[in-house]
């Protein structure tokens, strides 16, 4: 048995919806943003799929750059006391960043499936040092 030509799909669309990025059909997540260990649809293997930090890095610098340009605008504009950034900034800049999480989770899972990403696999020429006076 063959397996089926699997068209290639738009990593952006595909990841930001948490989808299979081989099929665009089968879940990726499972829980909040913890990665099934396959797709239910077609049966890729998500092992390849380590996004590590991206997404919290990510999220935070998209989040951190359009929300610090709000809070600006808001206290340049309105002048309010400190406890309104307190009750209103902060728990949206907290929303903002786990809203974002998933998705950019998605993306860049999608990302490292099309683009083939593997682990680094270091190979030593045995050169290194040779010939050298510091030893």
Known sequence: MTDPDYPRLNTLSIGLRCRCPRCGKGPLLKGYLTIRES?????????????AD????????????????????????????VWVHMVVTMPLLVIGCLGVLRPLKGWLVAEQYVHKAAPPEFESVGKHGKGSRWR
């Open 39 to 51: 797709c239910p649809e077609c049966g890729l293997d998500y092992g390849f799929a380590e996004p």
């Open 54 to 81: 991206g997404p919290a890095f990510f999220g935070m610098s998209l989040v951190g750059v359009v929300g610090m340009a709000l809070f600006m605008w808001f206290e340049f504009g309105v002048h309010p006391p």
